[in-house]
Structures are given as C-alpha cells and as structure tokens.
C-alpha cells in the first residue's frame, strides 16, 4: 500500500460513502509505506471502516496523523541509515559546499540529484545515496581540482595517469580490456610456472602460486603491479609484452 492510497474526504466522515450507513468504526495497523526513498515500517496508522459493506477511508484528521507518523519514521530509519553507512549529515554537506565554495544550485549542478536535491539533503528532507556521499567525500579531499574536473562535463577526454586520453565513453571499456589482457597473461604465466616447478616435485597444485606478483606491460615503458590472491608476493615474474 502506497502513503496516498487512503484519501482524506470532505464529506460527513462518518457516513459510509458506498452505502449511506453510519455504522462505522476507527481502526488502528500497521503498513510498509515507501517514502522519501525509504521503506518504512509504520504502526499506529489510522483509518474508518464500513461495518455494512466493508468499505474503508481517512479522516481529515486521521490523514493529518496518518503522516506524523510517517515522518516520525522516516526520520527515524534515515538517521538509523546514516549512522549504519556512515553518511555525511545535513549539517556536514553544508560545510563541504562552503569549503568548495558552491552553492546549493551550483552543487546540484555539478554533482546531479536534481535542482533542489542539496536543500533537501542539508535539511534532512531527503538522505542523500552512499554514491553522493562518496562523491562529496572525494570533492573535498582533492578540493578545487576536483570542482574544475566536473565542471569540465561528461564528454570531456579522460586523461589517464599512464598518460593515455580516452574520450570518456569509451574510457571504462578500454581500461576494463586492458586488466582482462594483463590478467590472462598472468594466468598463462602462472600454469606454466605450475607444470615446471610441479615436474620437479616443488609444488602439488597451482593454488600455490596464487601469492605471486605479476607485473605485465600496460603500455609502451610502463609496468603496472598485479596481486593474484595475497597481497604479500614471494617472488615476482616478468611477463613480456
């Protein structure tokens, strides 16, 4: 059931509207109501039933009840989830806008959520994704470079630090060919290290090589380390390519 399913009516309430009865009462339930992005578990919701025809409705005043309680329990679960994931709290995002020196509108530009997304996140009326929070996180900690590099647009070329350019639709595609090479050449590597060193009687099977360090061509000059497995290597083989 969704919050605006019962319908607050202007007629005599307590007056059945499908059959004229006035044999009527209050009931009280609970409900899963999504709200704000959230879904609530909400008790103490408020609703008139028809005893003759079963038909149901709110009141003016029950609707006016029905949503304090439903804001009591959004608040409530959106403070649980910030605490649970660690979020930034309205009060904080205002800090960052104010050391990035943006303003609302110019943040929700930049960061996206819509033209009123950051009134909202910074007076609670809405909580902002872990993926917004992130992004702020990361805005602040690289500061004004990071302002100019969104203000730079989605179609701007990314540069890579190995110094490639990348348009920026095909850059994600690139990059992901690029580990899927280098991490089939080091499993090639990796099963013919296995059959030699198994021929000598030094190993019984490839799982021990998985603490290996791999290090493979990204690039013309340039060598990218690799962890299989453990991130504590005991030797490191050469791939050439």
Same mark, same amino acid.
């Given at each position: ?16 509207? $499908? ?7 209050? #009931?009280?339930?609970?409900? *899963? %109501? @999504?709200?704000?992005? &959230? /879904? ?41 989830? $910030? ?7 309205? #009060?904080?995002?205002?800090? *960052? %806008? @104010?050391?990035?020196? &943006? /303003? ?61 350019? &990348? ?75």
């Amino acid at each position: 059931m969704s919050a605006t399913e019962l319908k607050p009516r202007k007629r005599d309430p307590h007056v059945c509207m $499908r059959c004229k009865s006035r044999d009527v009462l209050v #009931e009280h339930y609970a409900d *899963v %109501l @999504d709200f704000k992005g &959230l /879904t609530l578990d909400v008790d103490g919701l408020a609703q008139t039933r028809c005893r003759n025809c079963d038909y149901r409705w709110t009141t003016a005043g029950q609707e006016q009840d029905n949503l304090a309680r439903l804001r009591d329990a959004y608040v409530a679960k959106r403070d649980a989830v $910030r605490d649970r994931e660690g979020l930034l709290t309205g #009060e904080q995002i205002g800090e *960052v %806008l @104010d050391r990035l020196q &943006l /303003t609302k509108a110019q943040a929700a530009e930049l960061f996206g959520g819509g033209p009123n997304a950051f009134t909202k996140y910074m007076n609670g009326e809405v909580l902002q994704s872990l993926a917004m929070d992130r992004l702020l996180r990361l805005a602040l900690a690289f500061g004004p470079r990071a302002v100019e590099l969104l203000r730079q647009g989605r179609n701007a070329p990314l540069r890579l630090n190995a110094g490639y350019t &990348l348009g920026a639709t095909t850059a994600t595609a690139e990059m992901q060919r690029c580990i899927a090479a280098i991490r089939a050449e080091a499993d090639e590597v990796l099963m013919r290290a296995y059959v030699m060193f198994r021929g000598a009687g030094t190993v019984k099977s490839p799982g021990a090589f998985r603490t290996f360090r791999f290090e493979s061509h990204v690039g013309p000059g340039r060598r990218a380390p690799i962890t299989a497995g453990s991130t504590t290597p005991t030797t490191a083989i050469r791939v050439s390519g």
